[in-house]
């Protein structure tokens, strides 16, 4: 795919004039404080027709969000609050991430309690058509509103469900780093035949899993490479694997290794 050039922008939103080919718009939504003293904002991206965003893991193309906060004021512990992803097809490449809008909410924790909290965000994210477009915009959220906004919260209800239990998983070392190979719960595995595997570390790149029915449980396998091209120590618990339906999604935290 032809890529081009990185384009800045300062916006709350960015000005039109100064979009690339495929935004529409971007910004920081102004969100509320939450009882908690939490202040919740959203990145909000709208996309022209037939363009695309994609997840916090795309499978083997794509660039996620990334967020630079070194500006904002009073910001602790930064929660990004993933909706569902679709599945997309494209060029014979799938990927998981968002056609046309992507309402990403974001939880904040304040470091000293009542005090504002002001957003700032330098974030880089990719968008695709038939040309693939990386981008960087710089952000600030306005003051919060009085209320909380229907639009985050929608998007809050469709993250994935977060299950309780885990998948059975074998760990290999492979030339360029580990290969996991995750078979999901009975009970869960019919709820989608779309998997997403990934680590807390996102400078492991993951490929896009293969899968394989087998009776009533779904086996997954993919390679996880870290930048050193050579196998390292992969925590088991670090794993997270989500199962994607076209109406729901489920997520697993961990998994148990299977024993030899």
């Known amino acids: 795919m032809k890529t081009l050039a990185l384009l800045f922008l300062t916006a709350a939103p960015a000005l039109a004039q100064d979009l690339p080919p495929g935004l529409v718009s971007a910004e920081l939504l102004p969100g509320w404080t939450t009882a908690r003293g939490h202040r919740m904002t959203a990145l909000h991206l709208r996309l022209e027709p037939g363009w695309k965003t994609y997840w916090r893991s795309p499978g083997d193309a794509g660039v996620p969000p990334r967020f630079d906060w070194g500006a904002s004021r009073n910001l602790g512990e930064v929660r990004l609050l993933w909706p569902r992803p679709e599945v997309i097809e494209s060029g014979g490449e799938r990927t998981l991430g968002y056609h046309e809008e992507l309402v990403l909410p974001i939880e904040i924790a304040p470091v000293s309690p009542g005090a504002p909290v002001e957003p700032r965000a330098v974030v880089d994210f990719g968008i695709c058509q038939d040309i693939c477009v990386p981008v960087q915009v710089t952000l600030q959220a306005g003051p919060p509103g009085p209320m909380p906004d229907p639009l985050i919260e929608a998007a809050i209800a469709r993250q994935p469900e977060t299950s309780d239990r885990q998948p059975e998983c074998r760990i290999a070392r492979i030339e360029d780093g580990m ?3 995750a078979t999901l719960p009975a009970a869960d595995s019919a709820r989608g035949d779309e998997v997403a595997m990934e680590l807390a570390d996102d400078e492991i790149w993951v490929s896009a899993p293969e899968t394989q029915a ?23 618990q670090a794993l997270r694997v989500t199962l994607i339906g076209p109406d729901d999604a489920v997520e697993f935290r961990g998994c148990r290794v299977a024993a030899d």
């Open 179 to 181: 290969q996991v190979t």
């Open 214 to 236: 087998s009776g009533d449980r779904l086996t997954a396998q993919a390679d996880f490479v870290a930048a050193s091209g050579k196998p390292f120590p992969l925590d088991p």
